[in-house]
């Protein structure tokens, strides 16, 4: 984002479904713009559009656009918009927007744009959000733009590798396959990657020191069989607020139908506050059965802890 990225134009609408029209400021609190058809207690609050979009859009279709045409509420300069991820922040003076949507279906027949050229930017380029402090915008307001990381852990449990006496094999193909499904997202994923031994009372400290400071996702490896030092699963259930036990019984049958001590592994899956917690077994190819199956329904975990359930 340019450093001048700056608020061109605010609109607001009385229905839904229609567009908006400029006015010279809007004030925002918790159900989103006063006086706005989408104010309410719901994620698309604020919808958001990028004004260099707009005009290459007009450009390209050689028709004339103004404000408020696609039923956005903020058109800005300056702002690619098409790198923003959902939880990144826009900070507008002392407002603060937090993204929770990118995108949505174009409303076809009932959008005048869409009937007079055929496509329309807001299913791709459009941003909605909710309000996290409110207050007054106006155009020329500057804009500041607070992208926020995906943060993960990936630790490994073994005594052995913490030793030095193996490689660790397990943490990395966990890595490596979060880079994979990541790299095609608009997340901004940090990972970092730990090896501890199998003990109950340093996985907690890590887990709960990780919770905390705010990391989003946590993958530990080893420590889900039956012997005498397997403590994963007791310890991440220990300190989790919920479990959610369907994606990994889901596993264990998937695999185990070929393979049954695929069915003897214990590891679990829950939540601590709003990070995710998931416990697989230490094989490589363990680590790929799991992450397959994982990854089909992380993103969406992430976005019901922050009360985003978008279907």
Same mark, same amino acid.
């Given at each position: 984002?340019?450093? &001048?990225? +700056?608020? !061109?134009? !605010? &609109?607001? *609408? ?30 698309? $609050? !604020? ?9 290459? =859009?007009?450009? +390209? ?8 045409? %696609? ?13 923003? @991820?959902?939880?990144?922040? =826009? ?9 929770? /949507? ?12 869409? $009937? ?8 791709? +380029? ?6 996290? $402090? #409110? ?16 943060? %993960?852990?990936?630790?490994?449990? *073994?005594?052995? @590798? =913490? @030793?030095? +006496? ?14 994979? =499904? ?7 994923? $940090? ?18 020191? @990780? ?43 998937? %695999? #185990?139908? /070929? ?10 899956? #829950? !939540?601590?506050? /709003? ?37």
């Amino acid at each position: 984002m340019s450093k &001048n990225a +700056e608020v !061109v134009s !605010v &609109n607001i *609408s009385d229905e839904k479904g229609t567009v908006k029209r400029p006015v010279p400021e809007i004030r925002l609190d918790e159900r989103g713009i006063i006086d706005d058809a989408h104010a309410g207690v719901w994620h698309r $609050q !604020v919808s958001i559009l990028s004004q260099d979009s707009i005009d290459r =859009f007009a450009a +390209e279709m050689a028709i004339e656009l103004s404000p408020g045409d %696609f039923g956005e509420n903020i058109d800005l300069r300056g702002v690619d918009l098409t790198t923003v @991820a959902v939880l990144d922040r =826009f900070r507008i003076g002392e407002i603060e927007l937090e993204v929770s /949507q990118i995108g949505k279906e174009c409303h076809g027949d009932a959008c005048a744009i869409y $009937q007079q050229v055929g496509t329309c930017i807001m299913p791709t +380029e459009g941003l909605f959000c909710r309000v996290v $402090q #409110g207050g007054t915008i106006r155009p020329g307001d500057s804009v500041e733009y607070l992208p926020r990381p995906l943060r %993960f852990r990936v630790i490994t449990l *073994s005594d052995r @590798a =913490f @030793a030095g +006496e193996y490689v660790d094999r397990s943490g990395p193909r966990v890595r490596e396959l979060l880079e994979a =499904f990541l790299e095609d997202k608009r997340w901004h994923p $940090q990972i970092e990657q730990t090896i501890l031994p199998d003990d109950a009372d340093e996985l907690r400290t890590v887990l709960i020191e @990780a919770q905390e400071t705010g990391v989003d996702v946590i993958f530990t490896t080893g420590g889900t069989g039956v012997g005498p030092r397997d403590i994963t699963p007791e310890t991440v259930a220990g300190i989790c607020d919920k479990l959610i036990p369907g994606i990994m019984e889901a596993i264990r049958v998937k %695999f #185990g139908a /070929q393979n049954p001590n695929a069915l003897l592994t214990r590891g679990v899956a #829950g !939540v601590r506050g /709003q990070t995710l917690i998931y416990a697989l077994p230490g094989s490589v190819r363990a680590v790929e059965e799991y992450m397959g199956e994982i990854l089909r329904t992380m993103e969406h975990l992430i976005l019901m802890l922050h009360e985003l359930d978008i279907h």
